[in-house]
């Protein structure tokens, strides 16, 4: 029984990665050492964020729980993550939706990875079952999208021919999704909501934002002709 829910978990956790990468097609343009490389640059990323906490807020690392203000600088760091994506889209060649895809597909891969695979693999593996392990696998499926989101808007935001008011509404919506997490631990406390009906609510809330993502792009591919 364990073994099958380790299983179940390992199956609900990557299948959709993998099934993202195969039915993209980022297969055919062989882009897995791309996706490789972006993962590279991601962990570089968070080893930055965590200089730069451990560095000018090391009183705030391990209060981050109990203090708003350590949580705003926690979260406030997370802006480094929009630089890497930038980093990662800029060395990636090719057209507009094989970039986005590339970013964020391995992005978001090297973070489950990093984040999920030794939880499930202690905690999954466990004699008890717990729903823990599979809502933080439904989780990890809403932060796909949500990177590939995120992919989206910062290379819509990187474009000289967007429109400049949008360009700026793009911004401010990168920085302001930063404290996502901030916001919704905010919500879920004050609505006690509970874990699975705080899924929901991240699940709606990052599908608008990824409606919003296709449709600028969509947009803008239709203006210009980037495909």
């Not at 996706?35 to 090391?58: D, E, S």
């Not at 809330?205 to 210009?224: E, H, K, N, R």
């Amino acid at each position: 029984m364990t073994l099958y829910h380790f299983g179940n978990c390992v199956a609900l956790l990557y299948v959709p990665y993998y099934l993202a990468y195969k039915q993209s097609g980022l297969s055919e343009y062989g882009a897995f050492w791309k996706c490789v490389q972006a993962g590279m640059i991601y962990m570089f990323t968070q080893l930055i964020k965590m200089l730069i906490l451990a560095t000018f807020f090391p009183d705030n690392v391990g209060e981050a729980g109990g203090s708003f203000i350590g949580e705003v600088l926690k979260y406030t760091v997370d802006i480094a993550d929009l630089a890497g994506l930038y980093f990662v889209l800029n060395g990636i060649p090719g057209k507009g939706h094989s970039k986005v895809l590339t970013a964020g597909i391995g992005w978001a891969t090297a973070e489950v990875i990093l984040s999920r695979a030794l939880l499930l693999w202690i905690g999954a593996r466990g004699a008890e079952f717990d729903w823990i392990y599979i809502q933080k696998c439904i989780e990890s499926n809403i932060l796909l999208i949500q990177h590939i989101a995120t992919a989206t808007l910062v290379w819509l935001w990187s474009r000289h021919n967007l429109n400049k008011n949008l360009k700026l509404f793009i911004a401010v919506l990168l920085v302001s999704f930063c404290y996502k997490p901030l916001l919704f631990d905010f919500l879920l406390y004050v609505l006690h909501l509970g874990v699975w009906l705080g899924l929901v609510v991240k699940g709606v809330f990052t599908l608008v934002y990824g409606l919003f993502a296709l449709t600028v792009y969509a947009s803008l591919a239709d203006l210009i002709g980037v495909y």
